[in-house]
């Protein structure tokens, strides 16, 4: 049986709370806090969670990192509700062990920590810490155990940036401002006042977009549909507004490949570059077999490394997904050190190691011609990414966040609002230019390039993005068959209709079988009512 016991003595400093106590069973514990409590400031919620005996195949570390760096990230960066994201992974962790304890901490010491309780020793040396920094998000720690009662609740803010590389003081750029006055994609003032369309129709799309947003259990949180440059329909789960960086999971693959665009075009390389070696700048791999991988075969998932793209449930298997992710402080130097599995350009791969390396190409691109690199890793790409591509396209919310090698992720984790996200998928449908149509950000056929369909993947996937799937999208009459679709785990979707000049986006947690196609069902079905309406 599954139960929850928690103590909180929580002040967010985010949102307005009320502030609730309640009487833990073990006292040993409640006193320890109360204790801690009249030393150290009193910033930080507490869980415990009794979920069960422990499976023996289960990868406890990985997990309990799983855990603290996804908390971390939806409630630190996101803004989302602890109590509401922690009693999610009731379920999700269940395999690992009889009890878990998770430390939201806030202030000063912006972190998650999560831990294994081995009955009632407080005692351990199985933990997972996540630290929060301001303008690039959460970063999982690696080489401390905590084995203490106090280190574990309180890890010193010292220790923890001591473990960060590029801790050059960083800088954040203030966003563009955004007149609540004028509507999306240029103001923060959301639908548009006028639209050219009837009444009827934008009444009947809102209620396509509200009955995705109640479809049982399906954990929609946020859906928003544009046309011709407007925002036509937009709704949010309770508890989720525009104020929440949604994590857009695979969904940052599309935006590294937008970035790479970026950095060629604003460092004047030729889009050829993409049909270079890899080890161009991956020099890691000069006079090596690895040689043979271009820049293009990473865009396309063809690179031949070895690779499995599995996160399964309790992370049970340590495949080379796992290890880049929860168990490497550099996840370039894992990525880079993976052998052949097959000839480059012959095999497609899903694969998060493919978009890492891409990661790793922009930041070579990106420092190659710069005069003074003092500012590190973190900084650099902070800046291009911000003055080259968000900013410009009055994106305000955007973080990317980094290793503790410093290095952006660029496989996964990437937050921003939900308007911020139909903001790239309007830079999309603009041929990768702004909205007001000013400013080139992309070379020219950057996007066509990036939407037409490899050989190598059966003509499913293009640079870092699906393109139309029969299977999925066949029964939608309505739905353009020039559509493609920008993907991420927990059914993160993001739908491009150039021939409709429209955007349709879905973003949530569903956690059901994401790989049967009977699942997007109520996805496409609320897309072609909203078609079948739109002009």
């Given at each position: 049986m599954t ?10 400093n985010?949102r ?8 833990l069973?073990?006292m040993k514990l409640l006193?320890a806090t ?9 910033t930080?919620?507490i869980?415990?969670?009794?979920i ?10 990985g997990?309990l990192?799983?855990?603290?760096k996804?908390?971390?990230?939806r409630t ?9 994201i922690?009693?999610?992974y ?10 878990i304890?998770?430390d939201?901490g806030y ?8 831990r294994?309780?081995?009955?009632t020793?407080?005692?351990?040396d ?6 929060f920094?301001d303008?690039?998000?959460?970063t999982l720690?690696?080489g401390?155990k ?9 890890p010193?803010?010292v220790?923890q940036?001591?473990l960060?590389?590029?801790?050059q003081p960083?800088?954040?750029i203030?966003?563009p401002?955004l ?6 994609p ?6 548009a006042a006028?639209?050219?369309m ?10 396509a977009?509200?009955r ?14 544009s046309?011709?440059g407007?925002?036509?329909a ?9 104020n929440?960086?949604?994590?857009g999971?695979?969904?940052t693959?599309?935006?590294?490949a ?6 060629i075009?604003?460092?004047s390389?030729d889009?050829g570059l993409v049909?270079e ?23 396309q998932m ?9 996160f399964?449930?309790g ?6 997904a796992?290890e880049?992710?929860y ?7 894992y990525?880079v050190?993976?052998?052949l599995a097959?000839?480059p350009?012959?095999e ?6 493919d978009?890492?390396?891409?990661s790793?190409v ?5 420092s190659?011609?710069m ?5 590190g890793?973190v900084?650099?790409?902070?800046d ?5 591509l968000?900013h410009?396209?009055n994106?305000t919310?955007?973080t990317?966040e980094?290793d503790?090698s ?6 996964s984790?990437?937050?921003m ?6 903001r ?8 990768g ?17 990036m939407i037409?369909p ?8 293009g640079?870092?993005l699906w393109?139309?799937?029969e299977?999925l999208?066949?029964n939608y009459t ?9 993907l991420?785990?927990?059914?993160q979707i993001?739908?491009v209709i150039?021939s409709r000049?429209a ?5 949530g ?6 790989k049967?196609?009977?699942?997007f069902?109520p ?6 009512d909203i ?5």
């Amino acid at each position: 049986m599954t139960s929850n016991r928690y103590k909180t003595n929580y002040e967010d400093n985010q949102r307005s709370l009320n502030k609730k106590t309640y009487r833990l069973p073990i006292m040993k514990l409640l006193f320890a806090t109360i204790a801690l409590s009249c030393i150290l400031p009193s910033t930080a919620e507490i869980f415990e969670m009794d979920i069960g005996s422990v499976a023996s195949n289960v990868n406890i570390e990985g997990m309990l990192r799983f855990i603290a760096k996804d908390i971390c990230t939806r409630t630190l960066v996101g803004n989302e509700d602890p109590r509401r994201i922690i009693n999610k992974y009731v379920s999700l962790a269940s395999p690992i062990s009889n009890i878990i304890q998770i430390d939201v901490g806030y202030f000063v010491r912006k972190s998650v920590s999560v831990r294994l309780r081995g009955g009632t020793n407080l005692r351990t040396d199985k933990s997972g810490t996540a630290v929060f920094r301001d303008g690039i998000g959460c970063t999982l720690l690696f080489g401390k155990k905590m084995t203490d009662e106090r280190s574990f609740l309180y890890p010193s803010t010292v220790l923890q940036f001591s473990l960060l590389r590029n801790t050059q003081p960083f800088a954040a750029i203030a966003p563009p401002y955004l007149s609540f006055n004028n509507s999306w994609p240029e103001g923060a003032g959301g639908v548009a006042a006028s639209i050219e369309m009837q009444q009827s129709n934008i009444t009947y799309i809102q209620g396509a977009v509200d009955r995705l947003i109640n479809e049982p259990s399906y954990n929609t949180q946020a859906v928003l549909f544009s046309q011709n440059g407007d925002l036509i329909a937009k709704s949010y789960a309770d508890g989720y507004s525009d104020n929440v960086r949604f994590i857009g999971m695979s969904m940052t693959k599309t935006l590294n490949a937008l970035l790479l665009g970026v950095a060629i075009k604003s460092h004047s390389h030729d889009v050829g570059l993409v049909d270079e070696s890899a080890s161009t700048f991956i020099t890691q791999w000069k006079n090596t077999n690895h040689t043979l991988i271009t820049i293009r075969h990473l865009l396309q998932m063809a690179s031949g490394l070895q690779w499995e793209e599995t996160f399964n449930r309790g992370l049970m298997s340590r495949t080379t997904a796992v290890e880049m992710v929860y168990h490497s402080a550099d996840a370039i130097a894992y990525a880079v050190s993976l052998p052949l599995a097959s000839q480059p350009g012959t095999e497609f791969i899903y694969s998060t190691g493919d978009s890492q390396l891409l990661s790793y190409v922009i930041d070579q691109i990106v420092s190659h011609d710069m005069e003074d690199d003092s500012t590190g890793t973190v900084q650099r790409n902070y800046d291009f990414m911000q003055k080259s591509l968000f900013h410009p396209l009055n994106i305000t919310s955007a973080t990317i966040e980094c290793d503790l090698s410093g290095m952006f992720m660029g496989g996964s984790n990437a937050l921003m609002s939900a308007e911020d996200w139909l903001r790239i998928g309007q830079l999309m449908l603009n041929k990768g230019w702004s909205n007001d149509g000013t400013l080139q950000i992309l070379p020219d056929n950057w996007i066509d390039m990036m939407i037409s369909p490899s050989e190598v993947s059966g003509s499913k996937y293009g640079w870092q993005l699906w393109t139309y799937d029969e299977e999925l999208m066949g029964n939608y009459t309505e739905i353009p068959i020039d559509t493609y679709m920008i993907l991420g785990h927990n059914h993160q979707i993001m739908c491009v209709i150039p021939s409709r000049n429209a955007v349709f986006l879905r973003l949530g947690f569903f956690t059901g079988d994401q790989k049967d196609p009977q699942s997007f069902i109520p996805y496409f079905q609320a897309l072609q009512d909203i078609l079948e309406v739109s002009p």
